[in-house]
């Protein structure tokens, strides 16, 4: 019960930080209609810590830490979004503050209107084939020089890939592979079925979040998931992979958490 009300205390916390930032003229309106969001916000985010949505860790999927660390922590994201980049931030102070407690992995959701996004997560998937350490290496790359690759595109992607020393002639002949195409297939597929619409999204200690929060919901998350114990149970129900399309340019559903912000 101590444990329960402390959760719900910095969560709180947490959540005004996000939610409480407006001032001026209005300001009143706004707050009032943000504290009734902010009670549903801090219902569902209980909901999902007794009831969590789990994704899959695929036994030869690449990820970066141990499998049974106690801590999951996964990104649905976009190479070309540029709200990403800050997500890869945030993942990245996660896993240095919490070390061998988190086990991370990156999940593919490349957006219609990035053309480079697929030609990204198809290279990642191919090196991963080859080596979890150089298709993280890339993926830590592309993220820092993200400004890039609008412009670079292919010639850009492969610079990154050589400088990791991936095994370009093996890359490029996996790049259209059944196997990557269902992996960025399946990974789309648990996006939706997270009620992930835009990037990028986020399952922390089985609890989804949607858009761009701060470290501190995570960290609320990620310390009460560690007092407890125990770690999330894997999911019900998982997502059927469907065959990979390249995705239609059309801008994803709104998100209905203002705190959200999908790329543009």
């Known amino acids: 019960m101590g444990r329960g009300f402390e959760f ?24 009032a ?5 902010m009670r549903v916000e801090e219902q569902r985010i209980q909901s999902e810590m007794a009831n969590p949505k789990a994704p899959k860790l695929a036994a030869d999927r690449a990820v970066v830490g141990n499998r049974k ?3 999951v ?6 190479f070309q979004c540029p709200y990403c980049s800050k997500g890869w931030e945030t993942t990245e102070a996660l896993r240095k503050q919490y070390g061998k407690k988190i086990v991370f992995m990156f999940k593919h959701f490349p957006l219609g209107f990035h053309p480079w996004a697929m030609p990204a997560a198809k290279r990642f998937e191919a090196i991963a084939l080859q080596s979890a350490q150089k298709a993280y290496q890339f993926h830590d790359a592309l993220f820092r020089e993200q400004a890039k690759l609008s412009t670079g595109g ?4 492969d610079g990154l890939a050589k400088k990791v020393k991936a095994n370009m002639k093996k890359m490029k002949a996996d790049l259209d592979s059944d196997k990557v195409k269902a992996r960025i297939a399946h990974d789309m597929e648990e996006a939706k079925f ?13 609890v989804v979040f949607k858009g761009a929060y701060p470290l501190e919901m995570f960290q609320t998350v990620i310390d009460a998931r560690l007092k407890e114990g125990k770690r999330e149970v894997a999911a019900k129900k998982e997502p059927k992979p469907k065959p990979v399309a390249e995705p239609k340019a059309e801008t994803p559903k709104t998100p209905e958490d203002p705190a959200t912000q999908s790329s543009p």
């Open 8 to 31: 719900i205390a910095v969560l709180g916390l947490a959540l005004g930080a996000v939610l409480f930032a407006e001032t001026g003229p209005g300001a009143s309106e706004q707050q």
């Open 33 to 37: 209609i943000r504290q009734m969001q």
């Open 69 to 71: 660390a106690p801590i």
């Open 73 to 78: 922590l996964v990104t649905y994201s976009d």
């Open 154 to 157: 292919e010639a850009f992607l």
């Open 194 to 206: 997270m009620g992930i619409s835009g990037t990028p999204g986020f399952n922390v200690a089985g």
